[in-house]
């Protein structure tokens, strides 16, 4: 079924260890700055502290916070996700150097007077960072959109050429087949309406479930064209996880083992899918055998480039597709991060 929702926000970052990391050392940097000011003399280091303190807390509340409203924020388009955080971070700035000053205030030395000042100086520096950080988001955000559809349609284009051989290759096989085996034949203008299905209804974002369903059915078809020559070896969990793919992603990897792979083989061979699961990563793999004679050609390429690019913009660069030879064999690996 297609995804009622992005399944990936600007925010996923957010939640990488690296990410906190460096969110805390700019922190640090922050108040080291402040510190720094002029008109502080002596209370310069006790300034450090205190202001390490409270920003740390901002970040890290704020943080929590996003965290914790991720899936709502899920369903705004990015540049109203951007105003959120905003507001979030003026809303816990006030709350925690509210807390600090009530606190703590009198153990760091501090009068109300110049801790008003300190927390609306806090307040003032959140609004104008968090204000030009918006504007640099939204015109990265947008350039980067702009590019990705610019890659998509020039993949759609490449796609287009590929389907036209496959269409092709079916349609003879039905024909040869049509008097032999009718029932097969029935069967074969299923699984090849359900590809088309899939593949007209433009980009979408589908369960891996449903996207593994999709090359089963273009493995179907292709079983009737090699017989025997085709082997198919599934190894796959006994609960899929339930994790979105793009539409049409997997299946042209299947795509590609065949056509330079097994179909470049007298003999044929084996095409072996398997997916295992990691605590933050499932993964995909399709194996072939290489072509007789040699190496893979770049052939290859197209499907992986289109299917590349799709994943790492639906899952904000954290999925992979990669490839690799192993001896004699050609190895695609799918690697999808689980959801939060």
Known sequence: ???????????DALWQPTAIVWT???GEALALLLALAPGLDEQRLRYFGLM????????????????????????????????????????????????????????????????????????????????????????QWR????????????LEALQARIRPHFLFNTLNTGAALVHRRPEEVERLLLDLAD????????????????????????????????????????????????????SLSIQPLVENAIRHGIERRPEGGELEIAVSTMPDTVVVRIINPLATGGENRPGHQVGLNASQVRIEALTGG????????????FIATVRLPTNA
């Open 1 to 11: 079924m297609p995804s009622s929702q992005p399944a990936h926000s600007p925010l």
């Open 24 to 26: 805390m050392l700019s």
């Open 52 to 139: 390490s303190v409270a920003i740390q807390w901002v970040l890290l509340w704020s943080i929590a916070s996003l965290y914790l409203v991720r899936r709502p924020l899920r369903s705004l388009p990015p540049h109203r996700i951007a105003y959120v955080v905003l507001a979030m971070l003026l809303v816990s700035t006030w709350v925690i150097t509210a807390a600090i000053g009530f606190f703590f205030r009198e153990g760091w030395g501090m009068d109300l007077g110049d801790w008003h000042w300190t927390q609306w100086r806090l307040i003032g520096m959140v609004m104008t960072i968090g204000a030009l950080g918006i504007a640099v988001f939204q015109s």
């Open 143 to 154: 350039a980067r959109q702009l590019a990705l559809r610019a890659k998509q349609l020039e």
């Open 195 to 246: 590809l088309f299905r899939a593949a007209l209804a433009g980009p979408r974002d589908i369960t891996l479930e449903d996207e593994l369903a999709l090359a089963r059915r273009y493995l179907e078809i292709e079983s009737l064209r090699f017989g025997e020559r085709l082997r198919i070896e599934w190894k796959l969990p006994r609960d899929i996880p339930r994790v979105m793919v793009p």
């Open 318 to 329: 954290r999925g992979s597709v990669l490839t690799q030879q192993e001896g004699r064999r």
